[in-house]
């Protein structure tokens, strides 16, 4: 067989571990030929692509980013998108395409499946957010960097008795704010799920000070928003290219904060540390198993299908099922957080 993988959307550590595990299942175990369509999309509508063979992914388990290339460029972007992604796989003889990607990447997945290509996705977002999977790989390490970040941001807050706003990312749900203001010891969390309250959020932080304790941390998700009407909020919008920009939620809660509490804040922003560097031992292991499996759906014939963690086990579900719905922090989940703040 012929096979061809792409990583597209935002990058996530684990990638280059499913390319690595695609090449090696496919290759050595089955005698398939694969290729690596470069920079997501983009390689396979313009037909950009290097063959992947043993020695191409050598040594890239451990490695970030993606070997790959990644971009935001979408099939559905050009007036011809499916027809030249057809035409290209015809051309190639592929007999499969692999995509790995976020909630994008998986609607484009679904788009091109629907019009006959046969895909099987594998998911990845640190966001955690794909609600068709237990967990994607990513979002393991980068709850690993909050972690750390939370922890040294600590022990400065405490010397100047500040209060630390640290944004992590998560566009639409909180789940790397929740596990790592959980692993940190946070004194609030701030989800997108929940639209806060600022009168409640100082009264939190500042009950901290009344109880004589010098410093506060609060975790706050780049996509949270006030509840309607209760703080003035530059709610963000699109940059030039048309990316979502953040509101920079940190940056108006430090200030906000600041001035409701007469206590000296200051915003961090953790941005794209979260998603570099090389992948915990749990997301290349995730990844790897997402490889795998997707070499044996390209096999079993299962396209339209995405390969996903439920429980302990790896199963197939239908990329219409994988596009449907985000995974939201549960009201539960967030009150077993609240608990230890
Ligand atoms: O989807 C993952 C993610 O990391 C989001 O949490 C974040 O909003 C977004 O990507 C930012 O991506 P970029 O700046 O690369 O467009």
């Known amino acids: 067989m012929r096979i061809g993988v792409l990583t597209s959307g935002g990058d996530c550590p684990g990638l280059n571990a499913v390319i690595r595990s695609v090449v090696h299942r496919a290759v050595v ?3 398939d030929e694969v290729v690596g369509f470069l920079d997501g999309w983009r390689g396979l509508l313009e037909c950009d692509y290097r063959p992947l063979d043993l020695e191409a992914v050598g040594g890239i388990l451990a490695r970030g980013g993606t070997i790959l290339g990644s971009s935001r460029v979408q099939p559905a972007h050009l007036r011809d998108g499916v027809e030249r992604a057809r035409e290209h796989v015809a051309d190639l003889g592929l007999d499969a395409v692999i995509p790995i990607g976020g909630e994008g990447t998986l609607k484009a997945a679904r788009l091109l499946s629907d019009a006959g290509l046969p895909i099987v996705g594998v998911p990845k977002t640190i966001d955690n957010d794909i609600a068709a999977t237990d967990v994607t790989f990513g979002f393991d390490t980068a709850v690993g960097v909050a ?18 706003i640290v944004e992590v990312m998560g566009r639409h749900t ?10 940190a010891g946070a004194h ?5 799920e929940r639209p806060f309250d600022i009168g409640e959020l100082t009264e939190l932080v500042g009950k901290r000070f009344a109880a004589g304790k010098r410093f506060a941390i609060v975790v706050v998700s780049e996509g949270a928003k006030p509840r309607p009407g209760t703080m003035a909020f530059d709610e963000g919008g699109k940059d030039v290219y048309g990316h979502e920009r953040f509101a920079g939620v940190a940056r108006q809660l430090s200030a906000e904060l600041e001035q409701r509490l007469g206590k000296e804040a200051r915003p961090v922003i953790l941005g794209h540390v979260q998603r570099g560097g090389t992948p915990t031992a749990y997301d290349r292991v995730l990844a790897t198993r997402f490889g795998w499996h997707a070499v044996e759906a390209v096999h079993d014939g299962a396209f339209g299908m995405m390969t996903a963690l439920r429980g302990t086990d790896i199963t197939l579900v239908p990329l219409a099922e994988a ?15 609240e608990c230890v703040l």
């Not at 972690?147 to 630390?164: G, I, M, N, P, Y």
């Not at 609030?188 to 997108?192: G, M, S």
């Open 174 to 183: 909180g789940w790397i704010a929740l596990h790592s203001g959980m692993a």
């Open 188 to 192: 609030a969390i701030v989800v997108p």
């Open 147 to 164: 972690t750390e970040a939370l922890d040294r941001l600590k022990t400065t807050a405490e010397s100047h008795q500040r209060v630390l």
């Open 29 to 31: 175990d089955h005698g």
């Open 323 to 337: 596009v449907k719905t985000l995974k939201t922090v549960p009201a539960e989940r967030y009150t077993e957080a």
